[in-house]
């Protein structure tokens, strides 16, 4: 292929300089030169990277505006982020979880579970991160199980711990590589919506038919 051109040296040196960055300023227990413990946000990793190749004219402005689908995807991704975020820091959703949750201390002790779960992961729609998801919801409803007599608490967490492998595909924003498939443009906008409903409900039932009756023989 020839020898590397002055832009793909720059492209390489930039690179490395990404992951050193990445690797080190997300680690507090590491001391940067006139940095101290300082935390080094990997988005803005991603920007001063980006303005690099722009000012060495790797890439061109140009290039990057002509990106729409990335631009889409961009503001797509980042207002529904901004919402989630900002309906779990007000309690919203830990206040529709225990609304929910609370009528249900009244029923038998498998039918409340199910309906925990169902809960648990239907809720996924609220949040763009499994991670603010788990932490927001799960003691909400382990507390509610527990609170429940006869209710098998281990299975519920079990269920619920497992669920949260199953969710990443409801939405283009369920998970974080979820945004790069949506903004693939493969599977339109619709479809996409779509499919993530109709997989949703395939691995919903899978958990209660099969992973359920799994965790009753054991």
């Known amino acids: 292929m020839g020898p590397l051109s002055r832009n793909e040296w720059i492209m390489a040196a930039l690179v490395l300089l990404a992951m050193f960055l990445w690797i080190t300023g997300s680690n507090p227990e590491i001391r940067l030169p006139g940095l101290g413990a ?14 690099l190749l722009l000012v060495t004219r790797v890439v061109a402005f140009d290039e990057i505006v002509a990106e729409k689908s990335a631009w889409e995807v961009l503001f797509y991704f980042t207002s529904l982020l901004t919402l989630s975020s900002g309906l779990n820091e007000i309690g919203f959703i830990k206040w529709a979880a225990e609304s929910f949750a609370r009528p249900l201390a009244g029923l038998a002790p498998t039918t409340a579970m199910l309906l925990l779960v169902g809960l648990f992961f239907w809720i996924h729609y609220f949040f763009s991160s499994i991670t603010s ?5 799960l003691p909400v ?3 509610v199980g527990t609170g ?3 209710l098998p608490v281990t299975t519920l967490t079990l269920l619920c711990l497992y669920s949260l492998g199953l969710m990443g595909v409801m939405s283009p924003y369920a998970t974080g590589p979820a945004p790069m498939y949506f903004g693939s443009g493969f599977i339109g906008k619709r479809d996409f919506w779509k499919f993530g409903l109709i997989f949703g409900l395939v691995y919903f039932a899978g958990l209660l038919l099969i992973v359920y009756p799994w965790l ?3």
Do not use: C
């Open 133 to 137: 998801h788990a932490a927001a919801v």
């Open 141 to 143: 409803v382990l507390a």
């Open 216 to 218: 009753q023989l054991g």
């Open 38 to 51: 300082n935390y080094i946000n990997p988005t803005t990793v991603v920007l001063v990277i980006v303005s």
């Open 148 to 150: 429940i007599t006869g």
